[in-house]
């Protein structure tokens, strides 16, 4: 089963996993209620459809003031995503997540799956997060790092210390990030999930 964004965002606060405070509108009369509940300077507006690269198919935009946020939600709920993963009749949007525009300085992308091949649950992570990682991925396999759990889905010392190693952390994030994979990790396996995303996971001026 597919969740959309808003879906996996409350199963991930659920384990006490971070993520930025956001309002789902289903009517585009209410955006501008669900965007003051939120209490930020800028906003970001996205679409809730089945596809990535949202953000090229104008289903992601950042509005910078208040009275803007009804005219982008919209304009998103007018039109159809189209990307290269939705064919050229693309998608409807029924669903928009309001969210607080985050002050980032740093992407990272986080996932972990199950790898077939090596029938393991595998770790995966890239220190160029967001837009495009599919593309920056395939281009590159190399910048795509994998860390191997066992079957008791536990990591080694050295696989771990590899793994931080190659996202360039600051030493004073390893212990939070440590902290985030285990929580991951229980999602992952409590939830029975085959793939779970985190992209962009960002660093912001609090870290």
Excluded at 42 to 50: D, E, T
Excluded at 151 to 163: A, E, L, P, R, V
Excluded at 194 to 201: R, T
């Amino acid at each position: 089963m597919n969740l959309h964004e808003y879906q996996a965002k409350k199963i991930l606060s659920e384990y006490g996993i971070l993520v930025p405070k956001g309002e789902l509108v289903e009517d585009p009369e209410y955006s501008e209620i669900a965007a003051k509940k939120i209490d930020s300077d800028r906003y970001v507006i996205k679409a809730q459809a089945h596809t990535g690269d949202r953000k090229r198919a104008g289903g992601i935009v950042i509005v910078d003031h208040l009275e803007s946020v009804k005219m982008e939600v919209e304009k998103i709920f007018n039109r159809r995503l189209i990307t290269d993963q939705t064919g050229k009749d693309g998608l409807p949007v029924n669903q928009v997540l309001i969210e607080e525009m985050c002050k980032i300085k740093k992407e990272i992308y986080l996932g972990i799956l199950i790898d077939r091949t090596l029938r393991r649950v595998v770790i995966i992570g890239s220190e160029g997060g967001g837009t495009g990682i599919e593309k920056k991925t395939s281009s590159n396999p190399n910048n795509l790092k994998k860390l191997i759990l066992d079957i008791n889905y536990n990591q080694s010392k050295t696989g771990f210390d590899k793994f931080i190693q190659s996202l360039n952390l600051e030493s004073n994030l390893i212990l939070e990030f440590e902290h985030l994979i285990n929580s991951l990790i229980e999602l992952f396996h409590k939830e029975d999930a085959s793939l779970v995303e985190i992209n962009p996971l960002i660093l912001n001026e609090k870290n």
